[in-house]
């Protein structure tokens, strides 16, 4: 698979934008994505709020997101306190990062950038974030492989990646159901992979220490659902059939 397929594709679906109905530049735009977004991705919330409650260890190190959209969680990583470089392959979601940092005053590096090819130097970043990215990309292993060129010796990567023993993807193999909400079966990303917990300490055995664990159960699509989970019953479900590998490596 052509990586352009994979850039063609986000050019024209701006991820996270099928949680509101504002126009882009509207005044709540960023707002009510922030609001949908961090509501049904719990896990998330809580691992800023872990950042913001350790200074000591996260305050002015510099992390590398790769794969920032149009910049949702990048916003959120540097109220956290990182010095933070963002990159995307696409075009359009770079554009509307750098607005939304211009009109907020945001010290965040937002550039183009290839997850299989990063233009930085060896050992350059302490941490590095990756959240649902990684399983889009068709040379996976490389960009794993890029993750742990740019990180420093005992540096550490957040990375997510699609679970295949998972509700969603149970739920999308039996009835041919999209994993989100896109009109039809073919209107999504032409590369996606899932893996197994076994599968994900493959792909990251160069690293010293990896950690996976399955949190988020359902997905945009099963909103109505999670709307009415008690938070407590969504992580004991996301912990056992969860979409999402919540994944920790340690260079």
């Given at each position: 698979?052509?990586?352009?397929?994979?850039?063609?594709?986000?050019?024209?679906?701006?991820?996270?934008?099928?949680?509101?109905?504002?126009?882009?530049?509207?005044?709540?735009?960023?707002?009510?994505?922030?609001?949908?977004?961090?509501?049904?991705?719990?896990?998330?919330?809580?691992?800023?709020?872990?950042?913001?409650?350790?200074?000591?260890?996260?305050?002015?190190?510099?992390?590398?997101?790769?794969?920032?959209?149009?910049?949702?969680?990048?916003?959120?990583?540097?109220?956290?306190?990182?010095?933070?470089?963002?990159?995307?392959?696409?075009?359009?979601?770079?554009?509307?990062?750098?607005?939304?940092?211009?009109?907020?005053?945001?010290?965040?590096?937002?550039?183009?950038?290839?997850?299989?090819?990063?233009?930085?130097?060896?050992?350059?970043?302490?941490?590095?974030?990756?959240?649902?990215?990684?399983?889009?990309?068709?040379?996976?292993?490389?960009?794993?492989?890029?993750?742990?060129?740019?990180?420093?010796?005992?540096?550490?990567?957040?990375?997510m990646l699609y679970?295949?023993?998972?509700?969603?993807?149970?739920?999308?193999?039996?009835?041919?159901?999209?994993?989100?909400?896109?009109?039809?079966?073919?209107?999504?990303?032409?590369?996606?992979?899932?893996?197994?917990?076994?599968?994900?300490?493959?792909l990251f055995s160069?690293?010293?220490?990896?950690?996976?664990?399955?949190?988020?159960?359902?997905?945009?699509?099963?909103?109505?659902?999670?709307?009415?989970?008690?938070?407590?019953?969504?992580?004991?479900?996301?912990?056992?059939?969860?979409?999402?590998?919540?994944?920790?490596?340690?260079?």
């Open positions: 698979m052509d990586i352009k397929k994979v850039k063609d594709f986000w050019e024209q679906h701006l991820c996270n934008e099928f949680y509101t109905t504002k126009q882009r530049g509207d005044k709540d735009y960023f707002a009510d994505i922030e609001k949908k977004r961090y509501f049904y991705h719990y896990h998330l919330r809580e691992l800023f709020e872990y950042f913001k409650r350790n200074p000591e260890k996260f305050k002015d190190k510099s992390m590398l997101e790769i794969g920032c959209g149009m910049g949702m969680d990048s916003v959120q990583l540097y109220n956290c306190g990182f010095k933070l470089t963002s990159i995307d392959i696409t075009e359009i979601a770079i554009k509307i990062a750098k607005q939304r940092a211009k009109k907020e005053n945001l010290k965040i590096n937002f550039m183009l950038g290839n997850a299989e090819e990063l233009e930085f130097k060896n050992e350059q970043f302490d941490f590095v974030w990756s959240n649902g990215v990684l399983h889009h990309t068709p040379r996976i292993k490389q960009a794993v492989d890029e993750v742990y060129r740019v990180l420093k010796k005992g540096g550490t990567a957040y990375i679970a295949k023993y998972s509700l969603v993807n149970f739920v999308h193999k039996l009835f041919n159901i999209p994993y989100e909400m896109p009109k039809d079966m073919k209107d999504h990303c032409p590369v996606v992979y899932t893996f197994s917990k076994k599968e994900i300490r493959g160069r690293f010293n220490v990896v950690r996976a664990s399955k949190e988020y159960p359902f997905t945009y699509g099963f909103r109505h659902i999670s709307m009415v989970c008690p938070l407590f019953l969504k992580k004991w479900i996301g912990k056992v059939i969860g979409w999402h590998y919540m994944i920790k490596v340690i260079k």
